[in-house]
């Protein structure tokens, strides 16, 4: 009997050992399995995660001028850059075990699993914040086993692939708070207009308890729900040890300053000049629509904030009580830099996104700059004569060309090319580029920046091809810079969220045109703003030297212009290519023009336009085109290329035996550009 007891008892121990082998067996074939897993899972990349970030179009001054987000409003920011109030209040009321766990609590696992099996549904959540990034980062919120068997094996990765401050600060980067917040520094911004580096304990106990539910404890629309959990985020951080009781009493006292409606608002000025901006970063850059409006791209461009409101001011008052349907454009350039200053395509973006900047019309007598230009450096000087009087121009091929001036008026008389431009006399500009050929014409509007098509015709001389506002600012700009023709440039630079720059613009410079024949000839569209000249009528708003030229035609009108700081153009018309009134319409270009140019410089003080080597000053008698004497009752400054000057002197007013002297007139009262170059000179 003993011995069968025996036996028994070892055949138990027999299998026992097998048992006690076979677990060990298990559990060693498990480890290896898991290590082979965690193996596996670490040589495997993480999908690739689609973080939508604000991009941020910047002034020249560092303003704002849009943020574009389209209803994800983030801008990643490194741990850092966050407050150690706001890391540790989330990990508190998120997950408190989040620095001991390898992506699992699996206590609170366990807990949600029971409740999930009782209640035959899957949906107590159990997720630490490893599963919270995983599930953002990589998958939809469908409460189903598979999901959940994804963010398991995906937790793991991301804990085997990053550290835990790296994996807090991908979560406090990419979790929603509400209001189009995501993120930690687009919630910072949102709610206390402040960094997310700035935020104090109570204000990072407010933020983190919104995650839970961003609408139900929204601060902002829901005050006593997010203080009731406020507090309970407070409690969490003072049972973890992060703060005492005396430092949690404090925060929830405190009272927190929220930013208003009216700051919660998206910047978004200059809308045109945005849509300006969008084209070239994808077309001139080659950065992708989508990486353009969700990349957290940082858009540093030219535009000054100050000069667009300006330029929309000058717009708005002076078409206070004109045609709805009639539209604008003004493009402002700095002409020694090519740096756009302010655009602005149209009255009212809410209607019409059309950018009236770049479109193409006819640019009437403002395009004579060009033709003058072109004679100047062909020998011509600003005393060069032709005769004003109705003319019938005939060609070759038997064609007739009959020109008029505007109003019928004609001097019938030698009228010089200064004259010429400042009553914009058709008569003399189509005699010259009949002596100068039309294509001398178009080879010099193609070198200081004309690119639209041009027809070799004579008519050419009055403005006949269209070209853009945006052509126009290239070339002026090249007149004003005394033949150096800039690019435009409009970015300045841009930065990807990481901070690496994509893109960046140098100023290039070409000279194309002389630089004395430039000068002379902004002096002469000086004379535009004097008496008898096409713009006198706005030299009252104008306190500094300015040179430009009027244009028009039955659809257009044109005011050109620039000083030495600023290029102008301003254009008014109908877009559907109705004629414009020639009292009203017509007269509104020169108006804006003066009063943007006036409002946008008032901060710099006046300046002259400096003469290049090569250039003489002399006083000439008007009458005869003779140098001037003392005897001269109304001598005129001149500027000239040397050499060209006028060898004899006006000998007419001289006092003769037979005719005894007469009191001289008093002198032609200066004019104000006269003045301003006395007052402005050392």
């Known amino acids: 009997m003993e011995v069968v007891r025996e036996s028994e008892w070892i055949r138990w121990l027999r299998r026992a050992k097998r048992l006690i082998k076979l677990a060990v067996y298990m559990t060693l074939l498990g480890s290896f399995a898991i290590l082979l897993l965690l193996l596996f899972l670490r040589s495997q990349p993480l999908p690739a995660a689609a973080i939508h970030q604000t991009t941020i179009i910047y002034d020249s001054n560092g303003e704002v001028l849009d943020s574009l987000h ?44 029971y409740v999930d099996l009782k209640n035959m549904s899957k949906a107590q959540g159990a997720s630490t914040i490893t599963q919270q990034l995983a599930k953002n980062l990589y998958l939809t ?15 793991v990765q991301l804990e085997l692939n990053y550290s835990k401050e790296e994996i807090l600060e991908k979560y406090l980067n990419q979790i929603y708070y509400g209001h189009s917040a995501y993120g930690a520094q687009a919630a910072a911004q949102t709610y206390f207009g402040k960094d997310a580096k700035e935020l104090t304990l109570a204000e990072s106990a407010m933020l983190a308890a919104i995650p839970k539910g961003p609408t139900y404890y929204s601060p902002l629309t829901n005050y006593e729900n997010a203080k009731q959990r406020q507090k309970l985020v407070l409690e969490a951080m003072q049972r973890d040890g992060y703060i005492t009781a005396e430092q949690a009493d404090h925060a929830y006292e ?6 208003t409606k009216e700051d919660r608002k998206d910047p978004s000025y200059a809308p045109y000049f945005r849509d300006y901006i969008a084209s070239l970063v994808q077309e001139k850059y080659g950065i992708d629509g989508e990486a353009f409006r969700h990349g957290g791209l940082k858009i540093y461009t030219t535009l000054d904030l100050d000069m667009q409101k300006k330029a929309e001011e000058a717009i708005a008052k002076n078409f206070s009580n004109g045609n709805p349907d009639l539209q604008t ?52 000087t600003p005393l060069t004569e032709m005769k004003s009087e109705p003319t019938v121009f005939t060609y070759d091929n038997g064609k007739q060309y009959i020109p008029s001036n505007f109003g019928g008026h004609y001097f019938y008389d030698y009228i010089t090319m200064q004259q010429a431009i400042a009553t914009s006399d058709n008569i003399y500009a189509v ?31 009055l403005g006949a091809s269209p070209v853009s506002p945006y052509e126009m600012a290239i070339a002026y700009s090249t007149i004003a810079n005394k033949g150096w023709r800039v ?91 109705k004629k414009i009134d020639p009292v009203k319409d017509a007269m509104l270009a020169a108006p804006i023009w003066a009063d943007f140019t006036e409002s946008a410089l008032q901060d710099q003080p006046p300046a002259l336009f400096d003469s290049p080597v090569g250039t003489v000053s002399v006083y000439i008698d008007p009458a005869n085109g003779k140098l001037a004497t003392e005897h001269c009752p109304n001598p005129r400054l001149v500027y ?29 009262k200066p004019s104000f550009w006269h003045r301003m170059g006395k007052l402005l000179t050392p």
């Not at 405190?254 to 930013?259: A, D, G, R």
């Not at 300015?546 to 005011?559: P, Q």
Request: proline letters at 8%.
């Open 70 to 113: 389209q209803g994800e409003n983030r801008t990643v920011v490194p741990f850092k850059d966050i407050s150690p109030w706001l890391a540790q209040a989330t990990v508190a009321i998120e997950d408190r075990y989040f620095w001991q766990h390898y992506g699992f609590d699996l206590k609170r696992l366990a807990m949600a699993a």
């Open 141 to 155: 919120n469908d409460k189903t086993w598979d999901r959940k068997i994804k963010e398991a094996l995906l937790s």
């Open 254 to 259: 405190e009272k927190l300053v929220f930013t």
């Open 329 to 380: 454009a003004l493009i402002a350039m700095e002409p020694s830099t090519g740096k756009i200053r302010a655009l602005v395509g149209g009255r009212d973006y809410a209607k019409s996104q059309y950018n009236r900047v770049f479109s193409q019309r006819q640019p009437g007598s403002s395009f004579k700059a060009f033709l003058y230009l072109a004679a100047l450096q062909q020998g011509y």
């Open 431 to 461: 005699k010259t580029i009949e002596q100068l050929t039309p294509k001398a014409l178009v080879d010099e509007a193609r070198a200081v920046g004309i690119t639209s098509p041009l027809q070799e015709v004579p008519s050419l001389a």
């Open 487 to 577: 690019e435009p440039i409009a970015i300045e630079k841009i930065v990807d969220s990481d901070g690496s720059v994509l893109a960046e613009e140098k100023e290039q410079k070409t000279q194309v045109a002389d630089p004395v024949a430039s000068f002379l000839l902004t002096q002469m569209m000086q004379t535009v703003f004097e008496p008898q000249g096409t713009a006198h009528r706005v030299a009252d708003r104008l306190n500094r030297p300015v040179a430009g030229k009027t244009g028009s035609t039955d659809y257009d009108a044109w005011l050109a212009g620039f000083t030495p700081q600023l290029t102008t153009i301003v254009w008014v018309g109908y877009d559907e290519g």
């Open 640 to 668: 000239l290329a040397k050499g060209t000057e006028p060898t004899e002197y006006c000998t007419e007013h001289l006092p003769t035996p037979e005719t005894p002297p007469k009191p001289p007139k008093p002198p032609e």
